[in-house]
């Protein structure tokens, strides 16, 4: 029989964005993008810049740091 266990912690985290100091991002340029899509079972969807054909990743937990609820 196979069994799978919940995680222990109840918030996921970025490990990539751990150490970012709040204050510089603050400071970065921003990007006007659109979203194309988002899949919120997933957590996750993509960006499209404007003026680029680059899409930008986009997780649950960046827009919840951004003051987005999920609701």
């Known amino acids: 029989m ?3 266990a919940p995680p222990e912690t109840t918030s996921a985290s970025l490990a990539d964005f751990e150490n ?3 204050a510089e991002v603050a400071q970065m340029l921003l990007e006007a993008a659109r ?3 988002f899949d919120k079972a997933k957590r996750f969807g993509f960006a499209n810049i404007w003026g680029s054909s680059e899409d930008v990743c986009v ?3 960046i827009l919840r740091s951004s003051g987005l ?3």
Do not use: M, Q, R
Request: proline letters at 0%.
């Open 2 to 4: 196979l069994s799978i």
């Open 20 to 22: 970012v100091d709040n």
């Open 35 to 37: 979203v194309k899509w």
């Open 59 to 61: 997780h649950v937990e």
């Open 69 to 71: 609820a999920d609701s």
